[in-house]
């Protein structure tokens, strides 16, 4: 069936370090995918999305990558700051309109001052 | 601009009471989806709305109704609650255009059933 996962539950950084996070996932006919940034007690923030048409997008010190062939997402933080702790996760939209993600489990990054 | 709105913040319920999970948004979007999320896991969809009157089954409906009367509004009715209800849940509205798509997600309902 469908999934998204990832491959690490957590994530330790040092301030300033770049960070980098994965999601692996198994529908090929995934055509969006979105990452999402979640702080305690919040709803999840919208970060970066990309299309299946590109491999590579790149925001405020955010860069997504997008492996087709193997099936992975990747996140890179730039530059990561005490405030980029939170849970990041990845999300998979599979039925080609807007309304319907599948969600990975979540990876929580902190990082270290 | 409010984006989306989630009331009440935090419930407790007995097992086996109704209730409505209120959701606004004011952002004329077109799509509008609540998700449940319990703890280590990620976002699971329970139902979700392309437009006024138009109403589908997510993952996990079991438990749960909807209905979009207007397009501001999506409310999730618990039936009769049950202890495995206990979660947060969000609510997110979306619109597509032919660039991207655009998801806004409030900021939760933590309920609790007792």
């Known amino acids: 069936g469908e999934s998204v996962g990832l491959h690490l539950p957590t994530l330790s950084v040092q301030e300033g370090d770049n960070s980098i996070i994965n999601c692996a996932y198994s529908n090929s006919a995934s055509d969006y995918f979105i990452w999402y940034k979640q702080e305690s007690g919040k709803g999840p923030q919208f970060i970066i999305d990309i299309r299946s048409n590109m491999d590579k997008r790149q925001g405020q010190r955010v860069t997504v990558l997008l492996n087709k062939t193997v099936k992975h997402l990747s996140l890179q933080i730039a530059a990561t700051q005490p405030g980029d702790s939170a849970v990041y996760f990845c999300?998979?939209?599979?039925?080609?309109?807007?309304?319907?993600?599948?969600f990975g489990k979540g990876t929580k990054l902190t990082v270290n001052p | 601009n409010a984006g989306v709105t989630q009331t009440p913040k935090f419930q407790v319920l007995k097992t086996g009471q109704s209730m409505t999970l209120q959701c606004a948004q004011d952002?004329?979007?077109?799509?509008m989806s609540w998700y449940r999320q319990d703890p280590g896991m990620g976002l699971r969809l329970i139902h979700y709305s392309v437009g006024a009157g138009i109403t589908d089954q997510g993952e996990v409906p079991n438990g749960y109704n909807v209905s979009r009367s207007t397009t501001e509004d999506f409310p999730l009715r618990l039936l009769s609650a049950a202890p495995s209800q206990t979660s947060v849940y969000f609510c997110?509205?979306?619109?597509?255009?032919?660039?991207?798509?655009?998801?806004?997600f409030g900021s939760g309902t933590r309920l609790t059933v007792v």
């Open positions: 997110a509205s979306s619109y597509a255009d032919s660039s991207n798509y655009g998801y806004t």
């Open positions: 952002m004329n979007h077109e799509y």
């Open positions: 999300a998979e939209n599979t039925q080609g309109g807007s309304e319907k993600l599948v």
